[in-house]
């Protein structure tokens, strides 16, 4: 069987549809604005509001670390669509996940600063020495910390492509750092973390698919 | 000569109504419904405002600013309706807690079959407002009506062997269908000593805020054991039983390094994976300082002397 090479029929990587990238933006914003809407109803217009349930504190937090790691596995995932379906354009889609992930990864941490610690820091640093699931936390937002650093193209050119796509593997220990963070805050058996462990697992083993270029490149060679 | 009267909320035995009655009876009601007949009180609801009013004479009070109604009806912990905040309120129409029998049986001379209707009808209601503090960290302030647990405990007189008490939790995955989901051992069960269930302070609690349960607190019947974790004050009761040792309690069976049989409210002794020193009122955006039992120190530290309170947590 002979596969035409992919590249000449994907649009280029730097020219995704206009819409694109604005929809994604407005989706992964869209719970951030709803929290902004809910504290601005609570704390101004009215004191009995429930839109942010009868704990607003908990729910908050609870919103901006779900939305950390749904948005952290969306970045994942992002490559391994690429691979199984050729659709170039949402390669464009990666950085700004990632950045979103971290975006929602600094408000939550700063939430429990602000909320829980007084943003002391060295409580933060007891509290992540005495408890696990404070440890994993702070792991998986260092683990994404350096990866928002390096997200320019200028960090790119200045890593070298090849260190910068080892360096971004740490996206995965993150996502494993998160998913222990939330397995270990629930109680009892709940499934939910677990769906998003499996979901990391899959991405992971995706990755291990062949390259689309070098595959179609080695099916061009005579057998 | 001994006389033991029988309290006037006792349904003897042979009273108890067979289930396919209970069936036609419900049938009857909803005839009523259809026939606009039915006062807008109902007895079993998720929403509070609908429920049936209950009188009730203020025994316990506090200088606590009770938390608002609408977030006591919204904010539950009830795994059997499903495992978030909100699900309770929104799952729990489906429970049917009238009618509702309650067993109590065991180690006692007199095992009783209760009407709960018919109880709630006739005993003489308390209001108790009583202080709850989750395990999770946050607290309310809660008008409850019930009566103490230690009236039902003289009704049945014990024997000397019984030394604890353990309840039961209704388990019926067609009125509950968080059961189809193995979150915790079902039936939820929990326990107490018998001075903890003698304890004035001990509540059976069959309404709040002057009405009978909404279904996502309990309905029809639940425990309300203020001193302790929230998850001791066991929902929607079926059964009760005298037993002479220690019963396995749901918690504490499913990770007894978090979850003792005690669990009474203790600052200094941590959650395996969070502080419990601290917790937030609901209602409020700061935390404030947890207190030893709760704030029930006076009343139920006598409880536990010479216990080390660290080891039995």
């Known amino acids: 069987m002979v596969h035409a090479p992919p590249a000449r029929r994907a649009r280029p990587l730097n020219a995704p549809p206009a819409w694109l990238k604005p929809a994604v933006h407005a989706l992964a914003a869209m719970p951030l604005i709803w929290l902004i809407i809910g504290w601005v109803d609570l704390l101004w217009l009215n004191p009995a509001s429930l839109s942010l349930s009868a704990e607003p504190v908990a729910y908050t937090h609870n919103g901006l670390g779900l939305m950390a790691l749904r948005t952290l596995v969306a970045a994942l995932a992002v490559t391994p669509v690429y691979k199984l379906t050729g659709w170039a354009p949402i390669m464009s889609l990666r950085r700004m996940l990632g950045l979103w992930a971290f975006a929602y990864a600094a408000l939550h941490l700063g939430f429990y600063l602000l909320m829980e610690l007084d943003f002391s820091l060295v409580q933060l640093w007891k509290d992540a020495m005495k408890r696990n699931f404070i440890l994993f936390g702070m792991l998986g937002f260092l683990a994404l910390l350096p990866l928002a650093l390096t997200s320019t193209r200028s960090a790119i050119r200045r890593l070298g492509g090849r260190n910068w796509q080892r360096l971004h593997r740490l996206a995965y220990l993150a996502g494993i750092a998160a998913v222990i963070h939330f397995i270990l805050r629930v109680k009892g058996f709940q499934v939910e973390p677990w769906v998003y462990l499996g979901l990391l697992m899959a991405l992971f083993a995706l990755r291990f698919m062949p390259n689309r270029k070098r595959a179609s490149r080695a099916s061009r060679q005579p057998a | 000569m001994p006389y033991h009267s029988r309290p006037d909320w006792q349904l003897p035995e042979r009273e108890a109504t067979p289930v396919e009655i209970y069936a036609s009876r419900r049938t009857f009601v909803a005839s009523l419904a259809t026939a606009g007949l039915l006062p807008s009180a109902a007895i079993a609801s998720t929403d509070p405002a609908k429920l049936t009013p209950l009188?009730?004479?203020?025994?316990?009070?506090?200088?606590?600013?009770?938390?608002?109604?609408?977030?006591v009806a919204s904010y539950n912990n009830f795994y059997e309706f499903g495992l978030g905040k909100d699900d309770p309120a929104r799952n729990a129409h489906s429970l049917k807690p009238s009618p509702w029998t309650l067993k109590v049986g065991g180690l006692v001379k007199k095992p009783l079959t209760i009407d709960v209707d018919q109880w709630i009808a006739k005993a003489p209601l308390e209001e108790r407002i009583l202080r709850l503090r989750c395990v999770e960290g946050w607290s309310m302030v809660i008008p409850w009506v019930g009566f103490p647990m230690s009236a039902l405990i003289k009704a049945v007189e014990p024997l000397g062997s019984a030394k604890y008490v353990r309840f039961t939790t209704l388990a019926d995955s067609g009125q509950m269908p968080g059961i189809r989901f193995p979150a915790l051992d079902w039936p939820y069960r929990e326990g107490l000593r018998m001075d903890e269930a003698m304890n004035p302070l001990t509540t059976l609690a069959v309404g709040l805020y002057g009405r009978r349960l909404p279904n996502q607190n309990g309905a029809p019947l639940r425990l309300v054991v203020p001193w302790k974790y929230g998850f001791k004050s066991i929902k929607s009761i079926v059964a009760v039983d005298f037993v002479e040792r220690q019963p396995l309690t749901s918690w504490n069976q499913s990770q007894p390094s978090e979850y003792g049989f005690f669990s009474n409210v203790n600052p200094d002794v941590d959650h395996p994976r969070w502080s419990q020193a601290t917790e937030r009122r609901i209602g409020e955006f700061r935390r404030r300082k947890t207190l030893p039992f709760n704030g029930y120190g006076e009343q139920?530290?006598?409880?536990?002397?010479?216990?080390?309170?660290?080891?039995?947590?």
Do not use: C, H, N, W
């Open chain 2, 55 to 71: 009188k009730a004479r203020r025994t316990i009070a506090t200088s606590e600013e009770p938390t608002a109604l609408s977030a």
């Open chain 2, 300 to 313: 139920v530290a006598s409880l536990y002397k010479g216990m080390d309170l660290q080891k039995f947590f």
